[in-house]
Nanobody, 125 residues
Framework: QVQLVESGGGLVQAGGSLRLSCAASGRTFNTYRMGWFRQAPEKEREFVAAFSLSGISPYYADSAKGRFTISRDNAKNTVYLQMNSLKPEDTAVYYC??????????????????WGQGTQVTVSS
């Protein structure tokens, strides 16, 4: 069982930055694939970023490439999402997720087993 708690969301102007954190419980944190998703009002939850199995080459949605960076600190059981050059269309609730299996599709929400409660990110124009 893994419990995930996100933090770091807020209101920021377009072009600004935020760093989201996801603190995980459990001793086996470093064996899970970790990902970030987001959901805007009346839209489906969409993939943002995730680690590859090796943790060396992360995956990013096209909308996140060049602006967002996912990282993890296994000693702190924490995953981060650094978001730069934010746009109004980035406004959403951001969720971190943990996947027990290395075989799931990293971009599909239903591949993940555990979810945090989400943190709101609002980007004003």
């Amino acid at each position: 069982q893994v419990q995930l708690v996100e933090s770091g969301g807020g209101l920021v102007q377009a072009g600004g930055s935020l760093r989201l954190s996801c603190a995980a419980s459990g001793r086996t944190f470093n064996t899970y694939r970790m990902g970030w998703f987001r959901q805007a009002p009346e839209k489906e939850r969409e993939f943002v970023a995730a680690f590859s199995l090796s943790g060396i080459s992360p995956y990013y949605a096209d909308s996140a490439k060049g602006r967002f960076t996912i990282s993890r600190d296994n000693a702190k059981n924490t995953v981060y999402l650094q978001m730069n050059s934010l746009k109004p269309e980035d406004t959403a609730v951001y969720y971190c997720a943990a996947d027990k299996s290395p075989y799931g599709d990293y971009a599909r929400p239903d591949s993940y087993d555990y979810w945090g409660q989400g943190t709101q990110v609002t980007v004003s124009s």
